[in-house]
């Protein structure tokens, strides 16, 4: 890390960037899921400036991402919104960042959402480039077609085996829930996709997505066994390098506060950017 980085401030008009980048990865996602089983009554339906969501049942991208920098929505909108949740006998997870339009947190506690849990989103400033830094023994590549299985085994059986340091997450998926959003996600977002060998074998995968200058980092896993290894930090690298090179001048990251990844994260330049509260609302 460099000792005369200057920390990143976020304001709002960071804070909006960032959000739409967001939007714009979960509706690619959603979307993906559609087309690959149209059967499926999933929707995707743009809400002040964000989207709500459905790909399918129990996915963790059925959510309301993006929310409250494009004013504030009517309670008719989040009447449909309800609506399409609770006829697909879902709850209602809106993501709300704290630096969004404030009279809607307060909108939605009238309607009876409660608190469930918060989530960190981190930043690095890329204007000054980025040195690479791989960890001895750990080689980091981008991952072509011919080998997207091995790193979408990878990519889920991490976060199906998450690090339990932090607070814990609200929610629980299974393996092939993971892998199919992981799987519809890369399909369509436009993600680039990174392998760690370590040994002679796949470590490690990770996603990297550009958007308006926001370096996306998606989709960071390790296998369990060969955690504590420095493949995450190998992942991070060739991807920040990766994105300073191609003109982003911010990389984010989220993570579970007071969790190992935020932790590494802290320790290789990042800010705590702002944090969004996760809120639910039973159908």
């Known amino acids: ?19 739409r980048a967001e939007t714009q990865l979960i509706t690619k996602g959603s979307e993906a899921a559609q087309r690959r089983d149209a059967g499926r009554a999933g929707f995707v339906l743009p ?3 964000g989207v709500a969501s459905y790909a399918e049942e129990g996915s963790p991208l059925n959510k309301v991402a993006g929310l409250g920098f494009g004013g504030v929505p009517s309670e008719t909108e989040l009447d449909d919104v309800e609506k399409a949740f609770a006829d697909r006998g879902a709850p209602v997870q809106i993501e709300l960042a704290h630096l969004a339009d404030p009279g809607i947190g307060a909108l939605l506690t009238e309607r009876g959402y409660r608190l469930a849990s918060f989530e960190n989103v981190l930043g690095l400033s890329l204007g000054g480039g980025h040195e690479l830094v791989t960890p ?5 590549r981008p991952s072509g077609d011919d080998e997207f299985e091995p ?12 690090d339990t340091q932090g607070v814990p997450s609200h929610e629980e998926f ?21 392998v760690a060998v370590l040994d002679g074998d796949v470590a490690g995968g990770a996603g990297l997505r550009m958007a308006d200058g926001v370096a996306q980092l998606t989709g960071a896993a390790t296998a369990p066994a060969r955690r504590r290894r420095g493949v995450q930090t190998a992942l991070l690298s060739a991807r920040l390098r990766d994105a300073a090179a191609a003109g982003c001048d911010v990389a984010v990251i989220t993570t579970q506060p007071g969790s ?18 996760v809120l639910l609302k039973q159908p």
Request: charged fraction near 25%.
């Open 136 to 140: 001895r023994g750990v080689e980091v």
């Open 1 to 19: 890390m460099n000792a005369n980085r200057v920390s990143l401030f976020c304001d709002t008009a960071l804070a909006a960037r960032i959000e």
């Open 174 to 194: 299974p393996r092939e829930v993971i892998a199919s959003a992981v799987r519809d996600l890369a399909a369509a977002a436009g993600i680039v996709r990174y």
């Open 260 to 277: 190992r990844s935020q932790h590494n994260a802290q320790r290789r330049g990042f800010d705590l950017l702002y944090t969004r509260a």
């Open 47 to 49: 809400l002040a400036g």
């Open 151 to 162: 790193w979408l085994d990878v990519v889920a059986e991490g976060f199906a085996h998450p």
